[in-house]
């Protein structure tokens, strides 16, 4: 199996890249957690996930690989019951398809492609 690897989208260099960037995100995940346009990055809090009658939590992380160019990673993490009744949070894992839709919005918005 290849390692795993982020969706990656082109971008527009200019001022207003990020902010675009920022609302197609909150569009999805409403919280950002973290918004630096400096290092252009964001974040955001975890949001509810469901899997048929499995609970779950979903977060977005778009970061910069270079100029005109970003990472778009999604994490999934199920809710589990311990063999002591205990709940845990599943290790995240890459949501490829919650990942793609993301990048597709955005080379929509930035006029790349159909979306």
């Known amino acids: 199996m290849p390692p795993y690897q982020p969706e990656t989208v082109p971008v527009p ?8 960037v920022a609302d197609v995100a909150r569009a999805r995940f409403p919280r950002l957690l973290i918004c630096d346009p400096k290092t252009f990055r964001m ?10 009658a499995v609970p779950g939590r979903r977060r977005l992380t778009v970061f910069s ?14 809710l ?4 002591d009744s205990t709940p845990y949070w599943s ?6 398809v919650a ?11 930035f006029g790349f492609g159909d979306g």
């Open 65 to 78: 690989l270079a100029p005109g160019r970003v990472a778009v990673v999604v994490e999934v993490s199920w």
């Open 80 to 83: 589990h019951t311990g063999l």
């Open 43 to 52: 974040q955001s809090d975890w949001v509810e996930a469901e899997d048929g």
């Open 91 to 96: 290790a995240p894992v890459g949501d490829a």
């Open 13 to 20: 260099t200019d001022e207003t890249t990020f902010a675009t």
């Open 99 to 109: 990942e793609r839709e993301l990048a597709a919005a955005l080379r929509a918005a």
